[in-house]
Every structure is written in C-alpha cells, then in structure tokens.
C-alpha cells in the first residue's frame, strides 16, 4: 500500500522562531500533495495545494508568506511555519495522490494521509 | 460552497452493538462522498467511498448509501469490535471534483468499542 509520512511527528518552538514539517511519500511519486490543519474538535481545513516543480495554491484566508510550502521532488514536500505564534498551534496533516497512470496497485482515486504533525508554539 | 456535518461523538458502544454516524453534506454538483477512519497514532485511511447517488461503499463491515434525496451518506456496521475504536470522518470531493482535488471533511466523530 501507500505510505506516507511526515517529520516531525511533535515540535515545540519558541514564539518567532520558524518550523519546518516534511511530508514524504515513501512508495509512490506525488505530483500533488495537500497540506491540512486541524485545530482540537474541529474538521481538517485545507490550507494549500502543493504542486510538484511550480508554486502552491493556497486557499482562501492562508497566508502564504506565513506557511511556506515547498514541492521540490516527486516525493516530498514542506511546509514551513515562519515566525511562528501561539495561534499557530494546530495539528499539521498532510496528504498525497499518486499519479492517474500509477500502475502499482494503487487506488489512484483516493487521497493517502501522513500522520499529522502537532505544532506547540509558546 | 460545500460542506459536510457529522454527528459529534463521542461515541461509546459495547462490543457487537449496531454503529451509525450520520453524515449530511451541502454541495453543488455531484461530488463524491468518502469515510476515512484514524486509528490512534496512525494517519488518515480511506474506509470507503461512493461516486454516485444510490452507490453504496462497503469495506470491513462497514457500509455508507449515498443518499441524494437527503443529502447524506451516513455510515453503518452491524457488529462493532473492540478494533473499530477510532476516528471516523465523512467527507466530500471539493471544487476540483475527486481526490485528486481537496476534500471537505466533517469534523470526526470518535468511536470507543467496549469489551
């Protein structure tokens, strides 16, 4: 099946400093990746689409000098959190789609999620 | 725009007991709608989906009927087990249509099985 992971899992930070979570598809190459948020006892909000080779879209309402994302490889993608505050304590998900053509036993039509990573800014 | 709403948890059953979360969803068009399921410490994993109105998603003993008429696709399993406590979240297709675009996600309803 597809893996996906991300790294860190946890990071504590201090307020001003910045944050770099990594998401990485460990099977399979994604030209599209997707970067969530999720705050306690809410639903996961997309922030951005991340596009291999070109720069990522993001939603409404998401700064994108604030949470930069970056889509250098066919497997990986970052974001990072600049100047961090307390507001942007969340749980971090990230997810990634297989190409149409995979051929590996893939369910091309599903989307597969890393474990999430929890962002504590003091 | 779109949106879904799932019944909040969380849910306590006893082993073997019937399970239903309710999903209703608001959209434009025809999306697809999905159940993803977390177990603690793992990463979201697609349990099953529909394309269509009247298509019904099954896996694991789980089944969802996407239901047009009134807007929902609420999920099902008729004997719960201890290894079904997890997360379950609803979810639609977003503007771009499949998952190839963003999903819309319901905000999780959290199932304990009891022995």
């Known amino acids: 099946g597809a893996v996906v992971s991300q790294h860190p899992s946890w990071v504590i930070c201090k307020s001003g400093t910045s944050v770099k979570i990594e998401c990485r598809s460990l099977?399979?190459?994604?030209?599209?990746m997707f970067w969530y948020r999720q705050f306690p006892k809410q639903s996961l909000m997309l922030m951005a689409t991340?596009?291999?080779?070109?720069?990522?879209?993001?939603e409404q309402g998401v700064e994108k000098d604030k949470f930069l994302i970056n889509h250098a490889s066919l497997t990986l993608s970052t974001l990072t959190v600049t100047s961090a505050h307390p507001e942007d304590s969340s749980f971090y998900i990230c997810?990634?789609?297989?190409?149409?053509?995979?051929?590996?036993?893939?369910?091309?039509?599903?989307?597969?999620f890393g474990p999430g990573t929890r962002l504590t800014v003091l | 725009g779109n949106s879904v709403t799932q019944m909040e948890g969380p849910v306590t059953l006893s082993e073997e007991a019937f399970l239903t979360i309710n999903c209703t969803y608001t959209a434009t068009g025809y999306p697809s709608l999905f159940w993803y399921v977390q177990y603690p410490g793992e990463g979201l994993q697609l349990l099953l989906k529909?394309?269509?109105?009247?298509d019904k998603g099954s896996n694991k003993g789980f089944e969802a009927t996407y239901r047009k008429e009134t807007t929902s696709f609420h999920l099902e399993k008729g004997s719960v087990q201890v290894s079904d406590s997890a997360v379950y979240f609803c979810a639609l297709s977003g503007r771009n249509g499949g998952s190839q675009g963003n999903l819309i996600f319901g905000k999780g309803t959290k199932l304990s099985v009891k022995p």
């Open positions: 529909a394309t269509k109105a009247d």
């Open positions: 099977d399979f190459q994604a030209t599209t």
């Open positions: 997810s990634a789609s297989p190409p149409l053509l995979a051929g590996m036993n893939l369910r091309t039509d599903t989307q597969y």
């Open positions: 991340s596009n291999e080779g070109s720069k990522a879209t993001y």
